[in-house]
């Protein structure tokens, strides 16, 4: 497929033989940390990455994309969680599926399974299509899910013992919201 580079709106778009073009592109990303007690079978926000979009168009698709970095509480929340988008208050995903545990994507865990202290297995890149169908502002958020029991707490952007020390890591996370012209 030929790649056609243009400007839109002040930013360099890139429409390709379907002529789908971007229109706009929002962002945050947070270098923060925060610790987020997540409620076992309840979907919650991550507070912290969310972005608001105004789409131009009734048609346009927003192509969602997050990073989220971090460690669970608890090792098992990394294999029981989910990560999704919310459109306001509409969770985007996969579609209930009974008593399933539902979202775009799991967490990535690493080769280390025991150590819930310096170790991050929380980490999730995930990319999802919405279509809106408004020209009202939107707010899109990050949430997860997650079925282990205890109520896991979720160390966004470092490591549970978060100790000064090499073996004790930081992170950033990020949400983008980029319109296309449908």
């Given at each position: ?19 789908n073009v ?36 009734t048609s ?111 992170f950033v ?10």
């Amino acid at each position: 497929m030929a790649l056609i580079k243009t400007k839109a709106r002040g930013i360099q778009s890139v429409s390709g033989v379907d002529g789908n073009v971007i229109l706009q592109l929002k962002r945050t990303q947070f270098d923060g940390t925060n610790i987020i007690t997540c409620t076992s079978d309840t979907d919650i926000v991550f507070t912290d990455l969310t972005v608001n979009i105004t789409p131009s168009s009734t048609s346009s698709i927003i192509r969602l994309e997050c990073m989220v970095n971090g460690e669970w509480s608890v090792n098992s929340a990394t294999y029981n969680g989910t990560v999704f988008f919310f459109r306001d208050t509409t969770k985007l995903g996969h579609p209930t599926a009974s008593l399933r545990n539902v979202g775009v994507s799991g967490f990535m865990r690493s080769i280390q399974t025991t150590d819930t202290g310096s170790t991050p297995e929380g980490t999730a890149s995930v990319m999802f299509y919405d279509t809106p169908n408004t020209t009202s502002q939107i707010t899109y958020k990050v949430g997860v899910h997650t079925s282990s029991a205890g109520d896991p707490v979720y160390h966004l952007n470092k490591t549970v013992t978060d100790a000064d020390g090499d073996a004790y890591e930081r992170f950033v996370s990020s949400i983008t919201a980029i319109e296309i012209a449908g």
